[in-house]
């Protein structure tokens, strides 16, 4: 059916440009007639020249009694198309509009895969082996920096704080006894030396001065220790289950800052040398249609894949709104050159004839140059002139088949020229 409808629109395409042709043929002057273009007839030949009775043009200008002539054209030169009539383009559908100036980037196209940052990416473990006692996060909730995520009961955790408590209760002991001069000063050292090393084992395990000032004056509470989230950011993997049984170091959640997210790009060996560390790299997910994010390329890998040719490449997008997610595919542009204030049309203004490309030139309703240009980058639709268009000039931008076919209408043997 694909193929049908495909065909049909083709058809339905030539159809319409030799229709078009028609309309436009239909409307020439035969010879013997009088003309119908009585500004022209009026208007003086300019002086040697050579000038073409049906289109009131010098020969030497008019596209349709030389249409070889378009082939030594150079940027910015032309050649005149006439029409039968100043409604001829309007009859037939010619659409114009006045070349834009703007700015518009080339660029190396290739494909990437979305991926946490790295740098804003954490496994949240387990300090000690022990039993999950309470989780108080889920997957997808937000957390804040130092936020509690889970706590635990450990034997290990119960004897450090023990120890501590211990340490606590003996220096106390022998600063009373040093006071009324019972012991020595070598003995309340010690016991000083032995609570500064017992609070310093239990802060390493993760409490804070003020838990093992509690833990002291309520020796006989339950301790749990506090799993705390690093930095704030989402809970992205969950391993962690009440009253489960867990080794030391054995993780538990995976904290990620979804705020940025790097862009894996596989960049094709051939464009290596025009991709720069710091360039801009504008990406297009197919989840997130009409919508461009933007970064900036952070690292170009030092080898080249061996069977694909391609170079990894890393970039880093904002990601605000959290649309982007790990594990997508997008399709990648990095911006190598970037052209500001340049001559910009359509991509459908382009007509290529002999190889070459043209732009048709609106001069007045019934005439139009087919005029040779150059071109520059071309992204989404728009072309940039280099040379051969000046700014506001007003071209066709669709339907222009019908103008190009009355061009060429002499070499399909409709042409006024012997």
């Known amino acids: 059916m694909i193929g049908k409808g495909t065909t049909t629109m083709k058809t339905t395409t030539i159809i319409l440009s030799l229709l078009a042709a028609c309309a436009l043929l239909a409307g020439c002057s035969k010879p013997g007639e009088p003309a119908t273009h009585d500004a022209q007839a009026n208007a003086k030949p300019a002086s040697g020249k050579k000038m073409c009775a049906e289109h009131h043009l010098p020969e030497d200008e008019c596209g349709i009694c030389h249409p070889e002539l378009a082939a030594k054209l150079k940027p910015g030169e032309g050649s005149k198309v006439r029409l039968p009539s100043a409604d001829s383009a309007a009859l037939v559908g010619v659409e114009t509009a006045p070349a834009a100036v703007g700015t518009i980037s080339e660029g190396v196209e290739c494909y990437a895969e979305i991926a946490f940052n790295q740098n804003k990416l954490a496994q949240i473990v387990a300090p000690v082996g022990g039993i999950i006692q309470e989780v108080t996060t889920d997957l997808g909730v937000q957390v804040a920096e130092k936020q509690t995520v889970a706590k635990l009961w450990s034997a290990t955790i119960a004897d450090a704080v023990s120890k501590a408590v211990l340490s606590h209760q003996t220096l106390d002991r022998e600063r009373k006894l040093r006071a009324e001069r019972v012991t020595s000063e070598k003995d309340l050292q010690e016991a000083e030396a032995a609570h500064r090393s017992a609070c310093q084992q239990v802060r390493t395990l993760g409490f804070a001065e003020e838990q093992i000032e509690a833990m002291v004056h309520h020796p006989l509470e339950t301790v749990f220790m506090e799993v705390r989230a ?76 061996e069977r694909s040719r ?20 997008a399709q990648a542009r990095i911006l190598v050159r970037s052209a500001a204030g340049a001559v910009v049309v359509p991509s459908a203004a382009i007509y290529a004839l002999g190889g070459k490309p043209f732009v048709f030139v609106k001069l007045a309703d019934d005439l139009f140059e087919a005029r040779a240009v150059s071109m520059g980058i071309k992204f989404d639709g728009r072309l940039e002139v280099l040379a051969g268009l000046k700014p506001q000039e007003i071209v066709v931008v669709n339907h222009g088949f019908a103008i190009k076919s009355q061009w060429l209408s002499s070499r399909m043997g409709a042409g006024c020229a012997d």
């Open 310 to 329: 391609m170079a990894r490449a890393r970039a880093e997008v904002p990601n605000p709104d959290g649309l982007l997610r790990a594990k997508m595919f």
């Open 230 to 305: 690093p930095f704030a950011g989402e809970i992205v993997e969950r391993t962690a289950v009440r009253g489960a049984q867990i080794e030391a170091g054995k993780p538990l959640f995976t904290l990620a800052d979804r705020s940025t997210m790097w862009a894996m790009l596989n960049i094709p060996e051939s464009a290596l040398a025009r991709v720069r560390v710091g360039q801009t790299v504008e990406l297009r997910v197919d989840s997130v249609p009409g919508q461009t994010f933007t970064g900036k390329l952070t690292w170009i890998g030092a080898e080249v894949d």
